[in-house]
């Protein structure tokens, strides 16, 4: 046990020579960097007194390390000295006075919080990361984060939308195994394509199930906020709350039932031994070229199985049209748009967070926590394909089958 023990401290001791080398030349850029900005300083106050220079070097200040994906990389800021009274003091833009730890360690601390570390363990986790002198990542360190998330989260959800469009929305109600401080254990979640084909984060906000009256709340707030122009079409399950929430804010946009949600439910309808041929027909429906060719899928799919299966049948003829909406947007849009999975994908993540919390939460430390992975996870969100037929959407050019009507495309770009 002594002799194993030994080793450990030999090994902690021995310092990788790749790694260092690549810390050293850290150290060296930041250094080169920040000299840069101290020298454009320094010609921006060229004025003389008495014929010497205003604003002159200084010295540096005290060395301090900043906690980097490479470990800890010791910096030195240069100081300068004002002659002329005015107060001048430099501050380096890449290396601000207070920073501690780089941007891209900042948003690794909530995904690895977020994916499931708790706070006890996080020094152990990030030792390997950033060394054996990695300080300040204790629990009390992850307590005050998520007291920022909770305050960045009631700061984005009073924000200004009078300057937004959204051209498709993607709503869905997400449940969580956690012990919340109230009843409302549902998550609304609105998550939205804008003019160039980038998605956004719209909403987020607890609710009662998925109750249309909690629905129409936060499409009241939407609304209060600025947000006049409806989507021309949302995605969703077949929750009756957010529909008939939608009908009253937003009568104007059109209806687009998930199918992943619909091959679920019906699935769960219908015998283990015919499942897969079940969900076989169904694919042939919502993967037809055509409106009419799906209408043909979908009457072989109730004729073969409608029968013996009538509750499966029931659940698949009650959103038909619903089901078919996206044959009337523009076919580079249809995979987008067929299901919710752009929000069921980011809040996988969710779930296994929280079902890894135990205690009792507050409503605001679960939006805190939502809104930031969802942050994170924003950065990897695709563009919408086929984005330049956007604008025709949102000019109101009818599509047939996903191709545009030809007459209204081309006066739709003559007036653009």
């Known amino acids: 046990m002594k002799h194993s023990t030994q080793n450990q401290t030999n090994q902690q001791q021995v310092k990788d020579p790749l790694t260092e080398l690549i810390r050293e030349g850290a150290r060296h850029l930041i250094a080169q960097a920040v000299e840069a900005e101290l020298q454009l300083l320094l010609q921006q106050e060229s004025s003389t007194i008495d014929g010497k220079r205003s604003v002159i070097r200084n010295g540096y200040l005290p060395k301090r390390t900043i906690q980097t994906g490479l470990g800890d990389v010791e910096v030195q800021i240069p100081k300068v000295r004002d002659r002329s009274g005015r107060g001048i003091k430099f501050n380096s833009n890449l290396v601000p006075p207070y920073l501690k730890r780089t941007r891209e360690l900042e948003d690794f601390l909530p995904w690895l919080y977020l994916k499931g570390v708790s706070t006890g363990d996080f020094q152990e986790a990030l030792r390997i990361l950033l060394g054996e002198n990695a300080q300040g990542l204790s629990s009390s360190v992850i307590g005050r984060l998520k007291q920022d998330w909770s305050k960045e989260y009631e700061t984005w959800s009073r924000r200004d939308l009078s300057n937004k469009q959204y051209v498709y929305w993607w709503a869905d109600g997400i449940y969580f195994n956690i012990r919340a401080d109230n009843d409302r254990e549902c998550m609304l979640i609105i998550m939205g394509a804008l003019p160039d084909g980038t998605k956004e984060l719209v909403a987020i906000e607890d609710g009662f199930r998925e109750s249309e009256q909690s629905w129409t709340e936060l499409l009241q707030d939407l609304r209060s906020r600025g947000l006049k122009k ?4 949302a ?10 929430a939608m009908n009253k804010m937003f ?7 998930c199918w992943v949600h619909k091959t679920a439910n019906i699935l769960n309808k219908v015998p283990k031994s015919v499942r897969t041929k079940c969900k076989k027909a169904l694919h042939e429906i919502w993967m037809a070229p055509t409106r009419e060719e799906a209408y ?16 499966a049948k029931e659940c698949l003829e009650k959103d038909k049209e619903e089901l078919l909406a996206f044959y009337d947007f523009p076919a580079e849009h249809w995979v987008h748009l067929r299901t919710t999975n752009p929000i069921e994908s980011t809040f996988a993540t969710v779930r296994l967070r929280t079902a890894k919390t135990r205690n009792c939460v507050s409503r605001n430390t679960i939006l805190g926590m939502v809104y930031k992975l969802v942050q994170c996870a924003a950065k990897r969100w695709k563009r919408l394909k086929g984005s330049d037929q956007i604008l025709p959407v949102l000019q109101g050019v009818q599509f047939t089958n996903g191709v545009a009507q030809q007459s209204q495309f081309y006066s739709a770009k003559y007036a653009a």
């Not at 077949?238 to 529909?243: D, E, V, Y």
């Not at 043909?296 to 509750?311: E, M, N, S």
């Open 296 to 311: 043909q899928a979908f009457d072989r799919c109730i004729a073969r199985f409608g029968a013996k299966y009538p509750k």
């Open 251 to 257: 009568p104007k946009t059109r209806h687009q039932r």
């Open 235 to 244: 995605t969703g399950d077949g929750a009756l709350g957010f529909w008939k």
């Open 230 to 233: 409806p989507p021309s079409l």
